[in-house]
Structure formats: C-alpha cells, structure tokens
C-alpha cells in the first residue's frame, strides 16, 4: 500500500456515516429499512426495499463509495411490507408515571 493510499482511507464510523448520508439522500423513505454495519472496511446492507430499482440503487452507492473493501448485500425487495407500513399511522406509546 502506497502512503497516499493509507492517508486516504476512511475509519469504520466514517464509511457508515458516508454511506447513511447517500442512501438518505438518494432513496428518501426506503433509506429507514435499511441497516447498515461496518467492520474493517466490509459493508453489509440488510432489511428490505420497496422494489428492486431502491435495492439496486443502494448497492450501486455502496459499490462507488470511496473506501468499501467489499460489501455483502443481504437486502430483500419486499413491496407488500413498505405498503402496510404506508397504510399504518405510526403508533404511539404511552408512559406511565406511578403514583
């Protein structure tokens, strides 16, 4: 490896924060379904897209990220799970305080 080379690589906590900054970007909503984990430069995408075009298109900005040694995609195209979640309001949980 070349000085030059090692000057430029991007720690663990880098690489996530670059990678969920793109993926918000890029895929909006989607984004939220996605988990990403980085260990010595190795990224694993898991969780579930809408369509196969948002599935693709993470591992596309995965792939181009500066830094990836390599990368594990472990995301599945699920339309019917991201279309209940559009149908559901979010819920709200309650604390209880005690008297």
């Not at 990220?65 to 309650?94: H, K, S, W, Y």
Request: hydrophobic share 40%.
């Amino acid at each position: 490896m070349m000085l030059n080379e090692i000057q430029s690589m991007k720690t663990d906590g880098e690489l996530k924060s670059n990678l969920l900054t793109q993926l918000n970007t890029k895929l909006g909503r989607s984004a939220g379904n996605i988990r990403v984990s980085v260990l010595n430069g190795i990224v694993t995408l898991s969780g579930y897209t809408p369509s196969d075009k948002d599935r693709w298109a993470a591992a596309d900005i995965v792939m181009h990220l500066q830094g990836v040694l390599a990368f594990v995609d472990c995301v599945i195209t699920n339309p019917l799970a991201a279309q209940r979640a559009e149908a559901q309001p979010p819920r709200m949980t309650a604390l209880r305080t005690s008297t």
